[in-house]
């Protein structure tokens, strides 16, 4: 049920203090406010949209059930890509060891045997919806920000995508600032040397 | 924060390409319903105007306004108490010679009473029991054979339930 209160030039701070007291338009000005960086965030760093809208959504389910919990020295951008950061770390190692085990069977010594038994993922036509999200990840630029290390691309998309200051990408990321700093600079030359490799 | 390289360049001055990239990077939206899939989810803390009301009394409590009331209500509490004392005082002796009475007769009486009510309840029971069942012989078999059926019949509705072979098929 929408609550007809236009909140669109109120700041983060007070759109959560409204939350805090119940205010469902407050709740839903929060996802409108959210969705498309968090959704875009998620979706490059796990490159597959049924799977990014599973984990936006626990995000944001995980965020606003826990709103009475925010501090306000801290901003709510940073706490929500850190929720939403982690989620996707978290689901990326999880895949990372489900890709170990599908790497041929138990009992496979040899390359050829591990061929033999390996799954065969996205054998067969591929499905509109897959076409589409290629489309939509293939650009050379996607593609390479794909090849990046976790890490640096949360930095990079932070940075470049979604516009956020080092000091905030910091507290997003738990890291040092420096750390941070590198992590851009050595993710931009590997963009460069994707995208100068691409062109050939 | 100035966006520098480490050797001190802008991005936009070393890396014009990259940087030009980056910036056509759109925006990914999730899908039409995904704001009432999410509210779906939610809990909200208290309706806003029950939040209000418990602000409200927070600061009544606060402000020290509610002391009056409180100790208005604590002196309504304790008149009741006082009329009570006061009439065991007067009532003393009276009072004294009753409890006396009820320790001495009503208890003991009451219980009496309560043993011998028991113990016909119990003769009558025993009673059909003995009409009902001529022998403890009888009795005993009834119940070895009551056992035994029910044991089969519990058996025989585990073998319908998990047919032989049903495991070994399933996952």
Known sequence: ?200 | MEDHFLNGSTPAEEDPAVHRALATLPAFAPGPVFEDRVMSRVWRPLPARLRELVLAWRDYVDSGRVYGPLGALAVGALIPLGVAIGLVATFSTQIGSFLAWLVGVGVPFAWAMARADIAEVVSTVNAYIAALFPSGTALMVATIGSVLVLSGCTLGLYRTMNPRGAMRHSR
Request: charged residues 30%; hydrophobic residues 35%.
């Open chain 1, 1 to 200: 049920m929408h609550t007809p209160l236009d909140l669109t030039g109120v700041t983060d701070q007070e759109v959560v203090e409204r939350a805090g007291t119940g205010s469902e338009a407050a709740y839903r000005e929060l996802v409108r406010r959210y969705q498309r960086p968090v959704f875009s965030l998620i979706y490059r760093m796990v490159r597959d949209r049924e799977l990014a809208e599973d984990l936006t959504q626990e995000t944001f389910v995980k965020v606003l059930n826990a709103i009475d919990r925010y501090r306000p020295e801290y901003k709510f951008s940073s706490w929500i890509f850190k929720i939403a950061n982690n989620a996707s770390i978290d689901h990326l190692r999880r895949r990372e060891l489900d890709t170990l085990s599908l790497d041929g069977g138990p009992d496979a010594m040899t390359p050829d045997r591990v061929q033999a038994t390996s799954l065969q993922l996205g054998d067969g036509a591929e499905s509109q919806l897959e076409e589409l999200e290629a489309r939509e990840l293939g650009t050379q630029i996607e593609r390479a920000i794909g090849a990046l290390r976790p890490e640096y691309r949360s930095c990079i998309i932070m940075r470049h995508v979604e516009g956020r200051a080092y000091d905030e990408i910091a507290d997003v990321l738990d890291l040092p600032l420096g750390t941070v700093k590198t992590y851009i600079h050595r993710a931009r030359a590997e963009l460069r040397e994707s995208l100068g490799s691409l062109r050939g």
